[in-house]
């Protein structure tokens, strides 16, 4: 069915360094895909999305990559800060339908 | 400017109870969404509306589970007869309109049957 996950639950990155989080999907027929971040208690935020006529995006300090021969979509994000500290989850929008599909989610801690 | 609100923020309710929860758009978006996540999960979609219409409903679990968009802008969900299975956060999002994937979430109201 559809469905969208991820290769990793957690994962703990020093202040600084450069994370990468990961996402598989299944639907060939999904035709946009977003990052959105959720930090304890508050709703999704939008950080960056990507149609699939790309295979790279970028923004301020995350890169968002597209790998559509594999359904792969990675989230990097770049220096990390405490206030990077959040769940993570990828998403993505089959085309002809409007809803969004998203995964369980990674959640990423950042140590001093 | 302003983003999207939902009220309550928390609501506790007793099985077999009815609730309705809020959500207030970003002005001037069209489409309006609600999502339900449970603990360590994604959240799943349950109804979007374009306008006053409910474009697509086929996340709605069952019957017992109702929403409405009267005038194209406040969103009310409504869940009769309610289950603890029914216990999550309920998320409503908002875009600019059909052609816009960019979805902007509210806070959530948590829902609690006991």
């Known amino acids: 069915g559809e469905s969208v996950g991820l290769h990793l639950p957690t994962l703990s990155v020093q202040e600084g360094d450069n994370s990468i989080i990961n996402c598989a999907y299944s639907?060939?027929?999904?035709?946009?895909f977003i990052w959105y971040k959720q930090e304890s208690g508050k709703g999704p935020q939008f950080i960056i999305d990507i149609r699939s006529n790309m295979d790279k995006r970028q923004g301020q300090r995350v890169t968002v990559l597209l790998n559509k021969t594999v359904k792969h979509l990675s989230l990097q994000i770049a220096a990390t800060q405490p206030g990077d500290s959040a769940v993570y989850f990828c998403a993505e929008v089959i085309q002809g339908a409007q809803k969004l599909v998203f995964g369980q989610g990674t959640r990423l801690t950042i140590n001093p | 400017g302003a983003g999207v609100s939902q009220t309550p923020s928390n609501k506790v309710t007793e099985k077999g109870k009815y609730v309705e929860l809020r959500c207030d758009p970003i002005s001037g978006h069209t489409a309006l969404y609600w999502y339900r996540q449970s603990l360590g999960q994604g959240p799943e979609f349950l109804i979007y509306f374009q306008g006053t219409g409910a474009a697509d409903d086929s996340g709605l679990p069952n019957d017992r589970f109702f929403a409405v968009r009267p005038e194209g802008s406040v969103s009310t969900l409504k869940i009769q007869r309610t289950e603890r299975g029914d216990s999550a956060v309920y998320l409503c999002?908002?875009?600019?309109?059909?052609?816009?994937?960019?979805?902007?979430f509210g806070p959530g109201t948590r829902l609690t049957v006991t």
């Open positions: 639907n060939s027929a999904s035709d946009y």
């Open positions: 999002a908002s875009s600019l309109g059909p052609t816009s994937y960019e979805q902007y």
